[in-house]
């Protein structure tokens, strides 16, 4: 069965910094790509980043470029989002999600449960 | 940024109904659409990607069309469990973007 289950979330002062993690279990993480998607508290769903299955290519919105930062370490079947600078527009629920395709990413078909990010 | 805009924003309808929500590219995106139900407090869920794919365990009564810029999610019978969320979602380019959501609602 496939999991995904994030972590890291909390409380945070404007200008801090948080590290979310996403444990991926159930399939072969190495071979899919990834991706962050957000959604504040009420409102609709912001898609934040992408990362390959390799790590090599990497996308970011533009509202989180220069202050997040997406890795993953296959060895560990584990995708980070590591957020730094934050405001408090930042404020939302943090899923990561799986890339249907192996070779079309884009739509996502497994998500985790998401944790709360809370900037204040 | 190409925008989404779905309609309407929220929907009265009651059980037995077929419902239609419209979804708009601002720009041609193909067929790299895909429609995804949130329930309150749950993550989505995958309901149709490449525009008319029925993802893996969703019920038939879904269904979707359209390409290009204009695409519809079709619900053929609604059932109790199916008022709720529902968001499209351009993969054609990034950034990758979703539509404002419609809300359905029961009548």
Redesign the interface.
Known sequence: EVQLVESGGGLVQPGGSLRLSCAASGFTFSSYSM?W?RQAPGK????VS?ISSSGSTI????SVKGRFTVSRDNAKNSLYLQMNSLRAEDTAVY?CARD??IAV?????Y????TLVTVS | AIRMTQSPSSFSASTGDRVTITCRASQGISSYLAWYQQKPGKAPKLLIYAASTLQSGVPSRFSGSGSGTDFTLTISCLQSEDFTTYYCQQYYSYPYTFGQGTKLEIK
């Open positions: 991706d998607v609709g769903l912001e898609w992408y996308y970011y919105a533009d899923y249907r395709n990413a884009g739509s996502f078909d998500w985790g449960q998401g």
